[in-house]
């Protein structure tokens, strides 16, 4: 079975950092996308940051861009989210998504094409 299993969530003051970790496991390929999403009660979910796990191509949502950085480890097929000068507006569950069928630029803007999903971590910042 195909799981993802985040990771390192927790309160941070603002200005902080956090980091936060997806294990990835089950499913086999060369290179294929994974993603940050984060989701706030009553709101629609928004994608962070996506990655290629083949060749390591990245993207950002603008609010992130130059704060938060997406990285990748295959020998331990998992993905990290280094979160640093932390706003409140950041405080959100944070989901790891695993392959989509189209292109990984794009799905930032495209939870739905996401095959597989993880059960999310809280992260807080006060």
């Known amino acids: 079975d195909v799981q993802l299993v985040e990771s390192g969530g927790g309160s941070v003051q603002a200005g902080g950092s956090l980091t936060i970790s997806c294990a990835f496991s089950?499913?086999?390929?060369?290179?294929?996308?994974l993603a940050w999403f984060r989701q706030v009660p009553g709101k629609e979910r928004e994608g962070v940051a996506t990655i290629v796990t083949g060749y390591g191509g990245k993207w950002y949502d603008s609010s992130v861009k130059g704060r938060f950085t997406i990285s990748r480890d295959r020998t331990k097929n998992s993905i990290y989210l280094q979160m640093n000068s932390l706003k409140m507006e950041d405080s959100a569950m944070y989901y790891c998504?695993?392959?989509?069928?189209?292109?990984?630029?794009?799905?930032?803007?495209?939870?739905?094409?996401?095959?597989?999903w993880g059960q999310g971590t809280q992260v807080t910042v006060s």
């Open positions: 998504a695993a392959v989509t069928d189209g292109s990984c630029a794009a799905a930032l803007n495209a939870p739905t094409s996401f095959r597989y």
């Open positions: 089950g499913y086999t390929s060369s290179s294929y996308c």
